[in-house]
Every structure is written in structure tokens, then in C-alpha cells.
Nanobody, 124 residues
Framework: QVQLVESGGGLVQAGGSLRLSCAAS????????MGWYRQAPGKQRELVAS???????NYVDSVKGRFTISRYNAKNTVYLQMNSLKPEDTAVYYC??????????????????WGQGTPVTVSS
């Protein structure tokens, strides 16, 4: 019922920048929290940044001051601006949204929705 499509990943040199985007589509009633996770080879998936519906943000310590999460509610989109990239930022990045969808009962139902992942590779 909800599809998240990510874009913006790629290969960049250390010190460079990338901007990830994730757009949700479907029978959406509302979206609460949005976030970006990443998973490096051989490691567990970790939360990189999150943003609430009132635009409060949270970051993992390793990206503070370098990454910025933002959202554009009118387009059901979340962004991750990544500056001063380091080789240790190399991972597959996934967006996540807490989406409520319309139903035939008239009561919205919540889904924990994930994007397909976009790879980010930072070369040294």
C-alpha cells in the first residue's frame, strides 16, 4: 500500500558530498517519524538520523555536524544531506517512515515502511 523510492547514492571521494532522497507514495493518510539507516558489510543496521513530524531531529554521534536530515511533507519526502564524507560512511542507506494509510473502515492503519536501499561508497 505504501512504496518508498530512494535516490542519490553513488561513489564519492572522501571529503565530498551526496544528497539522498526518499519519496513515499500510496494511499497515505499521514507520516510521523522519518529516518535514515545504514548497513555496512558485516555490520548491523544502525540509525543515522531521524526527524519527527514537527521537524525535531536526532543524529548518531559519528555524523553530527556533517549530515543534515530534512523533510518536505507536501511531497512525502525525506532528505539526507551528507557532507565531509568519510570512508567509514560507506554503506547501503535505507529510508524508513512511520506511515498511516487510509482504509475502507475510515480508521487509518500504521505501517513501518522501508525503502529498497541505496549504496553509498566513499573512497579514500
Amino acid at each position: 500500500q505504501v512504496q518508498l523510492v530512494e535516490s542519490g547514492g553513488g561513489l564519492v571521494q572522501a571529503g565530498g558530498s551526496l544528497r539522498l532522497s526518499c519519496a513515499a507514495s500510496g494511499n497515505i493518510y499521514s507520516i510521523n517519524d522519518m529516518g535514515w539507516y545504514r548497513q555496512a558489510p558485516g555490520k548491523q543496521r544502525e540509525l543515522v538520523a531521524s526527524i519527527t513530524s514537527d521537524h525535531s531531529t536526532n543524529y548518531v554521534d559519528s555524523v553530527k555536524g556533517r549530515f543534515t536530515i530534512s523533510r518536505y511533507n507536501a511531497k512525502n519526502t525525506v532528505y539526507l544531506q551528507m557532507n565531509s564524507l568519510k570512508p567509514e560512511d560507506t554503506a547501503v542507506y535505507y529510508c524508513n517512515m512511520q506511515v498511516r494509510v487510509h482504509t475502507t473502515t475510515g480508521r487509518p492503519v500504521a505501517f513501518d515502511s522501508w525503502g529498497q536501499g541505496t549504496p553509498v561508497t566513499v573512497s579514500s
